[in-house]
């Protein structure tokens, strides 16, 4: 048997197409307004990136798959797409952004957007031309549809390169973990706020969860989905591609995924005819998987859950703690434990199976 091995590149890049103007060109300003948030973001993850390291950043594999990731994204979701829905857009500038709200008109939001993906420009600039050695010469390129460009967001790539140099204690690893959280407070990174131009909090473009683990002490990194907003204002054209290219960079655990999670639906629809609640028919099943041959198993000694934007602690999902035993570094009550236990449902996650960030610190682990 080959060793499984994580795809970090996905061989031929997809550009976003918005295609024609929609019959209501309004339509299209949730779009835009995750673009400028997403801008804004990607522009905090370089900046602090350059702030964390101040001298020349190494031209190592990550730090350079970070930068070409910031570029794809900048091509494929955010400047791409806004150049294209500039052009259509144009007649309609004099308008209002909102229907009856005479304060913003399309033009002046437009140019609020454009002004967002210049700040990502300047961020990559200074990035390029101030923290790297020679700009690590013609090995970065400009992505083209069909390019091969990396499977991971900048975000996540970010803090790949960001954790490396760091490295896993051979003690204490469990405390270890705990002190990621809020990663300030714990001194060893500090967290770029992220807020859009209204002052609220920025998770698009960023995975929607990440797990750190210690794998023969290294510390490995994996995570969700990209988020790119709620069911009004997603961005569903960037949300398929990204979810395409997890899909293919998690490609050789997808298997294995899917017959864990149906062995522990199996063992859930078992447990059904058994007197007690949800919580403890559930745990039943946890039981019961952690001996059955679909179990997804490996070296990982400790391992902890965070939410991306502020990196606090989360408790791993029902499916996870099943498919994988996973179970938190950070201390949680039981009543959390027990709320966390009945949260997922098999209905919203149909036959999504390797969605969580553990599975992809799973296949690191086997990778190893
Ligand atoms: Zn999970």
């Known amino acids: 048997m080959t060793t499984p091995r994580v795809n970090f590149y996905v061989p031929s890049a997809e550009l976003v197409d918005l295609g024609p103007l929609p019959q209501d060109f ?18 905090d993850d370089i900046y602090m990136a350059a702030d964390t390291h101040r001298r020349d950043i190494a031209d190592s594999e990550e730090s350079q798959q970070f930068l070409q990731s910031c570029l794809f994204y900048r091509e494929a979701f955010l400047d791409g797409p806004l150049t294209h829905a500039e052009l259509l857009l144009r007649p309609h500038l004099a308008e209002f952004k909102v229907i009856g709200v005479k304060t913003t008109t399309m033009g002046e939001f437009m140019t609020t957007v454009r002004d967002t993906v210049k700040r990502l420009d300047r961020a990559i600039r200074l990035f390029r031309e101030g923290y790297t050695k020679n700009a690590w010469g013609l090995k970065v390129q400009i992505p083209t549809r069909g390019m091969r460009v990396p499977s991971a967001s900048p975000n996540q790539l970010l803090f790949e390169f960001l954790l490396k140099p760091i490295g896993a204690p051979t003690q204490r690893q469990k405390e ?3 002190q990621l959280r809020g ?3 714990g001194g060893i990174m500090s967290i770029a706020p992220r807020r859009t131009f209204t002052g609220q909090k920025v998770e698009q473009g960023l995975p929607s969860m990440y797990e750190v683990a210690v794998i023969n002490n290294r510390l490995v990194l994996g995570a969700a989905d990209v988020y790119w907003g709620k069911a009004k204002s997603l961005y569903r054209e960037a949300k398929d591609t990204t979810r395409r290219m997890r899909d293919y960079r998690l490609a050789n655990i997808q298997e294995q995924a899917l017959r ?17 609640s949800e919580v403890v028919r559930r745990r039943v099943a946890i039981r019961q998987m952690s001996v059955d041959n679909a179990h997804i198993s490996g070296n990982v000694r400790v391992r902890q859950a965070f939410t991306p934007a502020e990196w606090e602690a989360a408790l791993p999902c029902y499916f996870c703690q099943g498919m994988m035993g996973c179970e938190a570094a950070v201390e949680f009550s039981n009543e959390d434990k027990d709320v966390e236990l009945t949260k997922v ?24």
């Open 26 to 43: 309004r339509k299209w300003n949730r779009i835009l307004q995750v673009i400028a948030d997403v801008s804004l973001s990607i522009a």
């Open 176 to 178: 270890f973990l705990q």
């Open 183 to 185: 990663m300030g407070r």
């Open 260 to 276: 864990a999670f149906r062995h522990l639906r199996a063992k859930e629809q078992q447990a059904q005819s058994q007197p007690g």
């Open 345 to 368: 449902k098999w209905e919203i996650r149909g036959e999504y199976a390797h969605s969580c960030a553990e599975l992809e610190v799973q296949l690191k682990a086997q990778a190893l």
